[in-house]
């Protein structure tokens, strides 16, 4: 009863993230359009495309199954899949249409694929439409598609596709966890510093001084992981991306607190200054990950800048249901991490105050 | 010590020779292959190889505290 008592939250937390691995590794990425060729066709003619997919089995099924439209500028054309070339490939079939403009016109068209299996999914803007005006299309043709998506839903669980991204969305539930966790455990960090200063109390200092440490971690964990994951998505490891100058600040603003508090003998002097830095690090760390990338014109992360978060793509809510509990599992981890370096901490203190 | 220096330099000089020949082999990058899915792997070895520094470096300071309780 007593081990149910003191272990619970650390249990909790490290089941947590062994699912969020499990889960996380194990789930399949879901179908998505890689190519399609050509991508420059005229509306007025008629046109045959060929179709790439990733992480599709259109081999498990028949022509019928799979249905395909053309979609630009609101308008819904239906076409035929005329061949099922393998696992990964299509190729279909589209009749000619007009769309009455004034002009001849370059749009830009979404292609929208939907079976039994994946469900829906689309090559957005992926193709470039060239409309005439034709006379023989009169405003009847306008109208959408008799045959709409049903908006079918994926026959299993999975998370969604991105180009460049692939199976590396995945990362979200590793890399993404680490931020969180490192601002809670500097926010604990924070509290312990106010709660000294209120107080006096050493102890304070030395779990104010413990969480810092583990919020340390996870954010040197935040930044390799976030190098490394960017080196193979983004071409580099370090791009000028305000989320990324902000961190390293913001873990230089730690490692400074630690050398600060390495510098000064006075133990009184090390507590009573190590606060004061700590209490006016901790708003400027939020401003530097959070305020500033969020306000910034551009920015390559997700959810900063101009790009939008992954919540636009998680549609049916897969990947969330793998990064909340990503999130929470980590948060207590750390905060397990933090609890023992604090304990230890506190024991080597006490043994030297008594000698 | 030496030994145990020895077998991981060992591990780690193997590991990076068969790296390297299956990425002659494929001319392409190994974290480039099968979707990126080894970039996957390899952030969460760096998650591990960091919470394994940071045992290290707890697993230091109780030896420490072990050493000075037997001098007592």
Request: net charge neutral; aromatic share 14%; glycine share 6%.
């Amino acid at each position: 009863m007593k081990w149910v008592k003191s272990y619970w939250w650390k249990l909790l937390g490290v089941s947590l993230v062994l699912f969020s691995i499990y889960a996380g590794t194990s789930t399949k990425v879901g179908p998505g359009i890689v190519r399609i060729t050509p991508d420059h066709v005229e509306s007025t003619s008629g046109f045959t495309l060929t179709v790439e997919g990733y992480n599709t089995s259109f081999d498990q099924l028949t022509e019928k199954d799979i249905r395909v439209w053309v979609k630009s500028m609101n308008r819904l054309v239906d076409g035929t899949v005329t061949e099922i070339i393998d696992a990964n490939h299509l190729r279909l079939d589209f009749p000619a249409f007009g769309i009455a403009t004034n002009d001849t016109l370059l749009r830009s068209a979404s292609l929208i694929v939907e079976d039994q299996k994946h469900g829906l999914f689309l090559g957005s803007e992926m193709l470039r439409l060239r409309i005439t005006p034709d006379a023989r299309f009169t405003s009847d043709s306008l109208e959408h598609s008799n045959n709409p998506p049903e908006k079918l839903e994926q026959s299993y669980f999975s998370f969604p596709y991105r180009f460049v991204l692939y199976e590396t969305i995945r990362n979200l539930n590793f890399h993404v966890p680490m931020w969180f966790t490192m601002m809670t455990l500097l926010l604990i960090s924070f509290i312990f510093s106010i709660r000294y200063l209120n107080s006096n109390n050493a102890a304070f200092d030395i779990w104010a001084n413990a969480f810092a440490k583990a919020g340390l971690l996870f954010g040197l964990m935040g930044i390799f992981t976030g190098m490394f994951w960017a080196n193979y998505t983004w071409g580099t490891p370090w791009t000028k991306d305000p989320k990324l100058n902000g961190a390293a600040v913001a873990v230089l603003m730690y490692i400074a607190y630690q050398i600060l508090r390495g510098s000064i003998d006075d133990e009184d002097k090390v507590a009573r200054i190590s606060a004061v830095y700590n209490i006016f690090a901790y708003p400027i760390f939020i401003v530097l990950i959070m305020v500033l990338p969020r306000i910034a014109d551009f920015s390559l992360h997700p959810g900063a800048g101009d790009s939008v978060g992954f919540s636009n793509y998680d549609l049916n809510n897969h990947l969330r249901k793998v990064f909340y509990p990503a999130v929470l599992g980590w948060i207590l981890t750390g905060s397990w991490i933090g609890q023992l370096t604090g304990r230890l901490d506190l024991i080597t203190k006490e043994r030297e105050w008594n000698d | 010590m030496e030994r145990l220096t020895k077998f991981i330099c060992t591990l780690l000089l193997t590991g990076w020779s068969l790296v390297s020949f299956a990425a002659v082999e494929e001319s392409r990058d190994l974290f480039f292959r099968s979707g990126k899915y080894f970039v996957v792997v390899g952030v969460l070895v760096i998650l591990f190889i960091a919470l394994f520094a940071y045992l290290y470096r707890l697993d230091r300071k109780v030896s420490e505290l072990e050493k000075e309780s037997n001098e007592e």
